[in-house]
């Protein structure tokens, strides 16, 4: 079974920027939850989806914003970008809730604003 | 306000003994408890999960326990190999948030051969 897929990798923006990142849950997950990870803020929950439905959001301002497709497929999207959002960005899928299910994340899309 | 604790300190342990971590919170009452490793670069990856009914854990070299009148979880690596290096996490759920993960703040783990 394919595991989940971020891509890109790598992406460097410059402030002001806007950027998409994107990411595929493994078959048949319909859960999808977004993760922003720094040094010093560690792990934090950005939002999860669940079937096209945004379930749950982390404190995080309206410049994140996110959506789920039909085929559980995700991507979010950053607005007007500021150099404290360079991070690694991670993607979790699991079958339902991810409060009582093994996370499955992606290896992340590594952000760096200029 | 709602906590989760892991040492920052690195564990530095030699090859063979057992690394215990803990993970602490203050203000939860979660109903299940997550472990994950992290590597360098890379994402998570989940080891254990335990309920809050559950005493404790196991799998292969893996014991987790969860207390919930301390309010800590304990996870321990026996018989740890240098391969166990990584960064271990705690995650928690948060039934007054909609059940989200809630993520600590790691404890990075290093094995000497």
Known sequence: KAGVTQTPRYLIKTRGQQVTLSCSPISGHRSVSWYQQTPGQGLQFLFEYFSETQRNKGNFPGRFSGRQFSNSRSEMNVSTLELGDSALYLCASSLDSPSNQPQHFGDGTRLSIL | ?113
């Open chain 2, 1 to 113: 306000s709602q906590k989760i604790e892991q040492n920052s300190e690195a564990l530095n342990i030699q090859e063979g003994k057992t690394a215990t971590l803990t993970c602490n919170y203050t203000n939860y009452s979660p109903a299940y408890l997550q472990w994950y490793r992290q590597d360098p670069g890379r994402g998570p990856v989940f080891l254990l999960l335990i309920r809050e009914n559950e005493k404790e854990k196991r799998k292969e070299r893996l014991k987790v326990t969860f207390d919930t009148t301390l309010k800590q979880s304990l996870f321990h690596i026996t018989a740890s190999q240098p391969a166990d290096s990584a960064t271990y996490l705690c995650a928690l759920d948060i039934k007054a948030a909609g059940n989200k993960l809630t993520f600590g703040g790691g404890t990075r783990v290093l094995v000497k051969p």
